[in-house]
């Protein structure tokens, strides 16, 4: 049975730092897209930021290039987004997305195969 479980959301200060975790089973995650997606309350799921299943290259989206990380362990089957120097705007509800087939830099939700049941991520003062 496939799934992806998330954890490491909570409350973050502006300026702060906040490490998500993501673990899968069912399925390894080096044969696979692996990423984040996040989704504001009135807003629509929006890609954050992945590792392609194909050669391991990673894309972020403009408005967190340079303050997130996304990482892969391998062993541990897991899948990391460290945040650093969040943002009030970055507050979301994150889920971890999974899939055999290409959806990093697609921004397309629908590509998806495999969705964790999201952690909450609240950047406040």
């Known amino acids: 049975q496939v799934q992806l479980v998330e954890s490491g959301g909570g409350l973050v200060q502006p300026g702060g730092s906040l490490r998500l975790s993501c673990v899968a089973s069912g399925f390894t995650l080096d044969s696979h897209t692996i990423g984040w997606f996040r989704q504001a309350p009135g807003k629509e799921r929006e890609e954050v930021s992945c590792i392609s299943g194909t050669d391991g290259s990673t894309y972020y989206a403009d408005s967190v290039k340079g303050r997130f990380t996304i990482s892969r362990d391998n062993a541990k089957n897991t899948v990391y987004l460290q945040m650093n120097s969040p943002k009030p705007e970055d507050t979301a509800v994150y889920y971890c997305?999974?899939?055999?087939?290409?959806?990093?830099?697609?921004?397309?939700?629908?590509?998806?195969?495999?969705w964790g049941q999201g952690t909450l991520v609240t950047v406040s003062p």
């Open positions: 997305a999974g899939s055999l087939g290409p959806f990093c830099g697609l921004g397309t939700p629908s590509l998806v195969g495999y």
